[in-house]
């Protein structure tokens, strides 16, 4: 199984691939995975990021011979001519790279377009030759699809995951797929036989903000002002500032009453994902919480009111923010 299997393929039988998301670190990661599979291996690898190096030389690289091997793997990087802010003035060079991935399924060389971007400009003759002639790889992920994905994404390449720690993972990276991965890789140096086991995230892998402030919420609601106000502390102490923090607990708070009164309504805890399109860890726990709606809206509120006051001026100290915490 290759990694572009796990996502929605075009045509995977044709070696000429456009990778399409906005996740620019998930495209990279697949397009190096793509690019180092077996069958490229004598390959020469070429990469040209447009922005930089410009169209010209593009071309000039998908039309010349190889000095060192009879086909070559060429990595395109910043493919703007496929968005809407393709400058006209380039319109030469547009028309010359149609005319050659109109033809490309025939070349002998494999090429490798990341096109991190939300949106592909339809309208233009050369994305609709790109789009018909490429196998399009879309890497859109929804968010309760991630652990999903993460899971495969380690088992191709030849890893084993426990769910805990697969849990804790995607915990620990805030469900972001490229924090994800990049955690994943810190895993993988620190792994003995390919295995990930909860244990070495725990010890490899630190409590995100997200994560520390939920910490916070939690022990406040539980009325643990102490360990509330200790873990506060070390948040302020390692440089996190008000402003940020309030924006985690407004986001956490806002979560919490959200699926409350989704969970009031009739949803059950699959609607209230999908409806939501956060990670389904996130529902559960909030559907755990036993806080009613009306003092999650109070806590809201005075949430909304410390963060204006801070950002207009009216409050400076961290005080203010730690007693909030102490009369959740």
Same mark, same amino acid.
């Given at each position: ?134 196998? =399009?790889? $879309?890497?859109?992920?929804?968010? +309760?699809? #991630? ?6 994404? *380690?088992?191709? &390449? ?114 209230? =994902?999908? $409806?939501?399109?956060?990670?389904? +860890?996130? #529902? ?6 036993? *806080?009613?709606? &009306? ?34």
């Amino acid at each position: 199984m290759t990694l572009l299997s796990l996502f929605k393929n075009t045509n995977n039988n044709n070696p000429q691939t456009l990778i399409w998301g906005e996740d620019s670190f998930l495209n990279d990661y697949l397009a190096h995975s793509y690019a180092h599979e077996k069958k490229f291996v004598e390959l020469d690898r070429i990469t040209v990021d447009c922005e930089t190096d410009g169209l010209d030389n593009l071309i000039a690289n998908l039309t010349e011979s190889s000095l060192f091997s009879s086909q070559k793997l060429i990595v395109v990087k910043n493919p703007f001519f496929l968005t809407s802010k393709a400058p006209k003035k380039m319109k030469k060079q547009f028309d010359q790279l149609e005319r050659i991935f109109v033809h490309i399924q025939g070349s002998d060389n494999v090429v490798i377009i990341i096109a991190s971007y939300n949106k592909l400009d339809r309208r233009k003759k050369l994305t609709k030759t790109v789009l018909s002639n490429f196998n =399009v790889v $879309e890497t859109k992920i929804k968010t +309760y699809e #991630v652990t999903a994905i993460a899971k495969s994404m *380690i088992a191709a &390449e030849g890893y084993t995951i426990s769910q805990p720690a697969l849990q804790l993972l995607v915990q620990r990276s805030d469900q972001v797929m490229d924090t994800i991965l990049s955690n994943y890789n810190k895993l993988k140096m620190a792994a003995t036989d390919n295995k990930i086991t909860e244990k070495l995230v725990e010890q490899n892998i630190d409590l995100s903000l997200a994560q520390n402030v939920f910490a916070i919420l939690e022990s406040a609601l539980k009325h643990n002002y102490r360990e509330a106000a200790e873990r506060l502390d070390n948040q302020l102490r390692e440089g996190s500032n008000p402003i940020q923090l309030l924006a985690v607990f407004e986001n956490q708070i806002e979560l919490i009453l959200v699926v409350k009164i989704l969970a009031k309504r009739g949803r059950n805890e699959p609607q209230i =994902v999908k $409806e939501l399109g956060v990670h389904p +860890y996130r #529902v559960k726990l909030a559907l755990r919480n036993k *806080i009613s709606v &009306e003092k999650l809206e109070e806590l809201l509120e005075a949430a909304i009111k410390l963060d204006y006051n801070y950002k207009n001026g009216t409050y400076h100290a961290n005080n203010f923010l730690k007693m909030f915490v102490l009369n959740v």
